[in-house]
């Protein structure tokens, strides 16, 4: 499995696909849900744990409950009138920070141009994190083309997604959702690093 925190230049298109499947299941879905559970399972599992960078993270469910982590994942994705670190990219990107803002609009409108669907079965924010991760993957997929891939981190993810992530590490009550925070921030980074991207400079209002 590949190390969250390699930097090299060699991080491939299939490493992000696989990540991006991994993450964004772990940024939708409860941790309690089967998807998440299998994956789970598939990083205890892994041989190379203590150097892939999974090691605090899955030492971290092993130790919460899932009442814990379903109460945390309430709190932090689905919120009640607070919402401490809302996953959704317009609540940071435009002014009003609201859902279904002008970025939503423009992410829809990339998406579709380049017939990526991300059809969940209710009306949602396409910019919800975890399934914009969910649109990298399918991007890699369906294009193979690095430059549409960079764009859609460039322009729609990268811009938002790391104070995004410092919310849910400084906000969640579990050891588990702030390890996870960390080291979706930390692969991030590396995706940035290695592939040398420059995201969008834009005003970020959370």
Not at 117 to 135: C, K, N, S, V
Not at 139 to 156: F, G, K, W
């Amino acid at each position: 499995m590949q190390n969250v925190n390699d930097t090299s230049t060699e991080l491939s298109l299939a490493d992000v696909n696989a990540m991006s499947k991994i993450f964004g299941s772990l940024f939708y879905f409860p941790l309690t849900h089967e998807n998440n559970q299998a994956i789970i399972t598939l990083l205890k599992g892994c041989d190379d744990l203590e150097h892939n960078g999974f090691a605090d993270f899955v030492h971290a469910v092993e130790s919460d409950t899932n009442d814990a982590l379903n109460d945390d994942f309430f709190l932090l994705f689905e919120g009640g009138e607070t919402m401490v670190a809302p996953p959704w990219g317009s609540v940071y990107l435009d002014k009003e920070q609201v859902v279904f803002g002008d970025s939503t609009v423009r992410l829809r409108q990339f998406l579709r141009a380049n017939n990526i669907e991300l059809d969940t079965g209710m009306r949602e924010p396409e910019d919800q994190f975890g399934l914009m991760l969910f649109a990298v993957s399918q991007l890699i997929e369906q294009s193979q083309e690095p430059l549409i891939v960079e764009r859609l981190l460039t322009d729609h993810l990268l811009p938002w997604c790391l104070r995004y992530l410092e919310l849910v590490e400084k906000h969640a009550a579990t050891n588990t959702y702030q390890h996870l925070a960390a080291l979706v921030k930390d692969w991030c980074l590396s995706i940035q690093d290695a592939w040398q991207l420059k995201p969008l400079s834009l005003k970020v209002y959370r």
